[in-house]
């Protein structure tokens, strides 16, 4: 079984600053099957970024990912209020989709 | 603009079976998606459940492989979700949620969910 690793658990930045979020995998994930969300308090996760970089509908630009093989990047370039959340990775494996545990993006 | 809604039970007793309903509205579940079932325990982080496709064929996680039946109601639009022989440990947030696309990479891209519904194991 893959799995994925979030760090660091809780990040504290102020807002217009740059946050950088880790998912990393236990074995070699494809690209195509990694995922981004945003979960806020009493709400649904949001897709993000599907195929570890592409911006799902809706998504602003300041949201990027990037990575391949063990290694995958959240980037938010400049925190605006709304994207103080938790923020989960996901990919397919073992017959099975998983998720990280997850990275806490609260005020500073 | 595609919407799901959860309904069921909000209490199951142990030993018991857990049976919820994702109604879609907006949109017809014989579209090219996959439809999936994730759950959250209070507190803690996300659980893919399995998936369904209109044409009956299933994908469930093997670690609730044995306990876990998804079905599809074309007729009504929807897909259910029965998990059998439930614990406390079943306690969590239930959500439905559309796949993006039928291809491996796109089904597991969760773009639209539900409002989630709160389903507690206890007597």
């Known amino acids: 079984e893959i799995v994925l690793t979030q760090s660091p658990g809780t990040l504290s930045l102020s807002p217009g600053e740059r946050a950088t979020l880790s998912c990393r995998a236990s074995q070699s994930v494809s690209s195509s099957y990694l995922a981004w969300y945003q979960q806020k308090p009493g709400q649904a996760p949001r897709l993000l970024i599907y195929g570890a970089s592409s911006r799902a509908t809706g998504i602003p630009d300041r949201f990027s990912g990037s990575g391949s093989g063990t290694d995958f990047t959240l980037t938010i370039s400049r925190l605006e209020p709304e994207d103080f959340a938790v923020y989960y990775c996901q990919q397919y494996g073992s017959s099975a989709w998983t998720f990280g545990q997850g990275t806490k993006v609260e005020i500073k | 603009q595609v919407q799901l809604q959860e309904s069921g039970p909000g209490l199951v007793k142990p030993s018991g079976t857990l049976s919820l309903t994702c109604a879609v509205s907006g949109g017809s579940i014989s579209s090219s998606n996959w439809w999936s079932w994730v759950r959250q325990p209070p507190g803690k982080g996300l659980e893919w459940i399995g998936e369904i496709y209109h044409s009956g064929s299933t994908n469930y996680n093997p670690s609730l492989k044995s306990r876990v039946t998804i079905s599809v109601d074309k007729s009504k639009n929807q897909f259910s979700l029965k998990l059998s022989s439930v614990t406390a440990a079943d306690t969590a947030v239930y959500y439905c949620?559309?796949?993006?696309?039928?291809?491996?990479?796109?089904?597991?891209?969760?773009?639209?969910w539900g409002q989630g519904t709160m389903v507690t194991v206890s007597s």
């Open positions: 949620a559309r796949g993006m696309g039928v291809v491996l990479g796109l089904r597991g891209a969760f773009d639209i």
